[in-house]
């Protein structure tokens, strides 16, 4: 008898012979041919050797595992997902807020009139920075630590800080220059070795234009931090005018002519402040007098290139002596010359006087 496996020709030969448990023919020299299925045998015997509780846990689902899997989900779902939902909120309740913080900063600029320019400007930074605080604040609430995050940002800060030092010192001056407005522009300001008017200010620089039509570029750090004169801060101004005498002139008479020039001068604003004719100063070769009249900002210079001319008219009509500098030189009488006393040579001592140069004695 000869066993053969399944799939082969013989099983076939066999198949009408078949019993329940194996498949049996004779061959060609007569011999029993016995074909087994290997297949239905393998399934046999795991369903015998299957322990019923196993197919339980199967059908079932218990201690497996997609259960433990689904439960960790379960777990990790239900502790995630009001998190999630107080991240939104702070991410919604926060724009709303930025939001409203942006346009109170826009309204209180427009009430102090600050440049739209700034306005701009101030109105994003302020948006910008709200947004980011608050997207670090959902992203802490989710469990994401920002700590990295946040040291980033501060040495990348640091960084371009140091590299734009000067820019930065420019821009903040130049906040300040348009908020707390010590010119603004067509003001006429003195600022060191600048004087001119004022034409535009820039978040970085400040433009100015002085009387001989060149253009000035200052950096708003320099005007931000240093001492400056501001000639048209108030609508009147004082106009001051030296005028000087000789000596030996009555002051009298010469204080009547000017205040004759300051009456005939119609811009001075008398209802505003009476001028005042003085003596100043006693100086090396004339007596000065000055005259103080107050006049607009739109008419000093108007009042400043005639009044001049003006004075030095009436002291002509009038006789009043305009001086000039003087050196008065004097002579000394020729005198005796002088003549020096003779001088005693010194005793040297002896061992002194009998050396000699080079000897090296």
Known sequence: MILIDDN?????????????????????????????????????????NMDLTDLKAVV???????????????ELTVAFLPKLIVAI???WLGIKLAKMLKKLIVKALDKRGAEPS?????????????????????????????????????????AIGMALQGTLQNFAGGVIILLMKPFKVDDYIECGQYKGYIKEIRIFHTIMRPFNGRTIIIPNSELATKSLINHTK???????????????????????VLWEVVKAEPMVKWD???PVIAVSELGSSSVDISVWVWVTVEDYWEVWKHIREDIYIAFNNAGVEIPFPQVTVHQGKAGEPFHMEPREAAVRPAEVADEHIGTGA
Do not use: C, W
């Open 8 to 48: 082969t020709p013989a099983l076939i030969a066999a198949a009408a012979a078949q019993t329940p448990d194996t498949m049996a023919a004779k061959d060609e020299f007569g011999q029993m041919v016995h074909a087994s299925d290997s297949i239905s045998s393998a399934l046999k015997d795991s369903l015998k």
């Open 60 to 74: 079932t689902g218990e201690n497996t595992f997609v259960k433990d899997s689904l439960h960790q989900l379960t």
């Open 89 to 91: 909120l702070i991410l």
């Open 118 to 158: 700034l306005k701009s400007f101030l109105g994003s930074l302020v948006d910008v920075l709200l947004k980011a605080m608050i997207i670090i604040m959902a992203m802490d609430v989710i469990g994401i630590k920002a700590t990295s995050f946040i040291a980033l940002l501060g040495a990348m800060g640091l």
């Open 234 to 256: 108030e609508p009147q101004i004082r106009l001051d005018v030296v005028a000087s005498v000789a000596y030996g002139t009555d002051l009298h008479k010469a204080k009547e």
């Open 272 to 274: 505003f402040k009476e």
